[in-house]
């Protein structure tokens, strides 16, 4: 690992570094970075925090986010929260349950904790078997070229690298409100040590919904309390919609355009009020207001790497960031927040800096998924952004239909599925489906999008029946057309 620097007086110097590339964070971005350089034929080192289901300034764990305290354990409480749901409707399909039935809180967070412990293990295995070297500790910059680590003894140890990565992810936010100690965020609320009988819940995006379904289908009394007129802002209006009719349906109570004003400790529980002059008592308040780079114990600064005003790291569109050497992936640098896109941007940035393939990530159709009961999904473009983007007019195609399921269990959930289409060029812009097995669903749609598919080949793909999914090939009569040029109406 060596580079040559010109001095002053034209001679050159060969300097010597430890590593050919060193990653700060061993989240989804930064091991993929990590394992896709060393097998370019790289040397490379990560750091990441000591393990802990609960992250902070000084924990953290091989896995990152995702495994350890986001996707993983969340979708495995959705599973468990789901049955519920899944034990009411198997009565009309014949099944009798006698007696009872409980719910062992303590049962599903031992499995959840077991199992994310695992993956940390899978994690720390595949760094060691692609001959990346791991360090446990914190680490921040002293130079350009050169970072400190705080070992888990704390003694520093410093280390030299040609490129450092920085993936250190993001963190929860809190609301700056008097007694805003007293809430948790998505962090605790995987390990909270009891189960809440009565749950309040502040935000309306991803981590607010699939909350409150959870926490609702466990059994507990939730309300979910957000700015806006519907949850998940940014979503298509016609699915926001859905989502909204859903959770009511269940039990959750909504509390649209209304904001924290204090919480109070007492006797009962946690005493909530609002700007709307709402009073109740809960026994957890989840603060699920979105999430903010993880960039202040770094010494960025130091070394002359911009941040936005967020605290993100600033990175041009080969993921480099102010300094040529230094580069940022995943969500510290707050772009598309998805685990997937941070495994995008580390195989983007290992080709372009160790494969001799300068490689952009590509953030178009990107697919997502709210992992709400019954789940939201989509890729593609929102009618909106279709009507803003596009030079022609626009086709918008709806599919509204109980389920098979639902029809036998009395269910009222409706499934809703669309299609943004281009009317001049036939291309299918985006698609959006809120209901049973939609994410499933819309990975298949997304590579569809992904290769330029038209409305005229959905149309002449054969369906698989009786299936949900066949509804997006049998969508032939057009719902409205909206004429080029519409104004757009702002959300509220």
């Known amino acids: 690992m060596s580079r040559k620097m010109k001095l002053e007086d034209g001679v050159e110097e060969v300097v010597q570094y430890d590593f050919d590339l060193f990653v700060i964070g061993a989240g989804s971005g930064g091991v993929r970075s990590a394992r896709t350089a060393a097998g370019l034929g790289a040397k490379v080192a990560i750091c990441e925090l000591p393990f802990h289901p609960i992250s902070s300034e000084t924990i953290g764990g091989v896995g990152g986010t995702c495994v ?9 409480l959705v599973y468990g929260a789901a049955f519920s749901s899944e034990f009411e409707d198997s009565r009309n399909f014949g099944w009798n349950i006698n007696g009872p039935i409980t719910f062992d809180w303590k049962k599903l967070l031992e499995n959840k904790t077991n199992e994310i412990t695992r993956l940390n293990g899978v994690y720390k295995r595949m760094l060691a078997n692609s001959g990346v070297t791991l360090l446990e500790g914190e680490a921040k910059f002293v130079e350009q070229h050169k970072v400190e680590v705080i070992q888990i003894d704390g003694t520093p140890k410093y280390y030299t690298a040609k490129h450092i990565l920085i993936a250190t992810g993001s963190r929860a936010a809190r609301l700056n409100v008097p007694g805003k100690e007293l809430a948790i965020t998505s962090d605790e609320a995987l390990s909270v040590e009891e189960l809440p009988k009565r749950a309040a819940i502040f935000g309306g995006g991803y981590i607010a919904v699939e909350f409150s379904t959870i926490w609702n289908g466990m059994g507990a009394k939730v309300d979910l309390f957000y700015r806006s007129k519907l949850p998940l802002r940014g979503f298509d209006d ?32 946690i005493k909530v009020y609002t700007d709307r002059g709402d009073e109740l008592t809960v026994d957890v308040v989840l603060f699920a207001v979105g999430r903010k780079a993880n960039t202040n114990r770094l010494n960025l600064d130091a070394v002359g790497v911009e941040r936005d005003n967020l605290g993100a790291v600033k990175v041009d569109e080969y993921s480099r ?46 697919p997502c998924a709210v992992f709400c009961i019954p789940p939201l999904s989509v890729v593609g ?76 080949q959905f149309d002449s793909t054969v369906g698989i029946h009786p299936s949900a999914a066949e509804e997006f090939v049998t969508m032939r009569t057009i719902t409205r057309r909206i004429a080029a040029g519409s104004q757009v109406k702002k959300s509220e």
């Open 238 to 269: 016609e699915m926001q919609v859905v989502v909204a009719k859903n959770l009511e349906s269940r039990g959750i109570n909504l509390h649209p355009n209304t904001n924290l004003s204090k919480l109070v400790k007492t006797e009962e529980g």
């Open 68 to 76: 350890i305290r986001g996707c993983v354990p969340k979708k495995i």
């Open 381 to 456: 473009l929102t009618e909106k952004e279709a009507i803003e983007k596009a030079n022609g007019d626009i086709g918008v195609f709806t599919s509204t239909f109980t389920p098979m399921k639902n029809t036998i269990s009395r269910r009222p959930e409706k499934t809703v599925m669309k299609l943004i289409v281009d009317c001049e060029t036939d291309k299918v812009l985006g698609a959006s489906m809120c209901g049973p097995d939609a994410p499933e669903i819309m990975q298949g749609i997304a590579i569809a999008l992904k290769c330029g598919a038209t409305k005229a």
């Open 321 to 366: 960031s102010t300094v040529p050497n230094i580069w940022a992936v995943g969500d510290v640098t707050n772009r598309i927040n998805l685990t997937p896109v941070a495994l995008m941007e580390g195989t983007c940035f290992a080709k372009t800096v160790f494969g001799g393939q300068p490689t952009k990530p590509d953030y178009n159709h990107v």
